[in-house]
């Protein structure tokens, strides 16, 4: 009886996890390969810097990143609860409405890129772009380049509104931003500038 007891329980446990788990899913591996995507293509793929592997720890990373037996079993038991639907959700980046600003951030980004290189402007925490060095602008290109600032981030925001909306949920823009925001960074050149937690570095 007792027996039964924990299975009804744990059958129960494992029904919530998995309800809870589709309905605030965010595909956040999807996500990041679609924002790399966009990235590549607005920026060029001269301008893409991979991120550097991590995996060069031969056996012994192999080792640690393999589950135990017991959370094998949990994985399985928790994926045959979990909708196959769920499982498989992509991030649609291929509306028309996706595709034009994609095409103007990529126009715009030759106007951009002297500025990322000399530091003149940088990548923020929040998936936009500031002024950085003002210094490092000509005083008759500065309205120039504010304009340019004030344009990108528009059409950033922009982008990753419609991304949400082409993907029928919309509560996922602070997601995609975030996700965004982590992916310009790590593609960034070397050289530029960017903030995180409160402070400019440069890559």
Known sequence: MKLFRWLTSSFAGL???????????F??????????????DVWGPAEVSQPKNKE???????SLNTPSQTQQVAI???????????????INVSSPAINAIQTK?????NSLKPYYNSGAIG??????????????????DRNKVNSLVADENNDRKALYAEIARANGHPEWQADIQSTFARRWVGNAN????????GKWLQK
Not at 27 to 40: F, H
């Open 27 to 40: 595909p956040a591996a999807a996500a990041e390969k679609a924002a790399d995507r966009i990235i590549e």
């Open 56 to 62: 060069d720890n031969g056996v012994e990373q192999q």
């Open 190 to 197: 070397k050289g530029w500038w960017y903030q995180s937690a």
């Open 105 to 109: 951030m990529k126009q715009r980004h």
């Open 76 to 90: 399985r038991v928790l994926d045959w609860f979990i909708s196959p639907a769920a499982a498989e959700v992509n």
């Open 15 to 25: 029904m919530l996890v998995s309800c809870v788990t589709i309905n605030i899913y």
């Open 123 to 140: 990548l923020t925490e929040n998936g936009l772009i500031v002024i950085h060095n003002a210094k490092a602008i000509a005083l008759k």
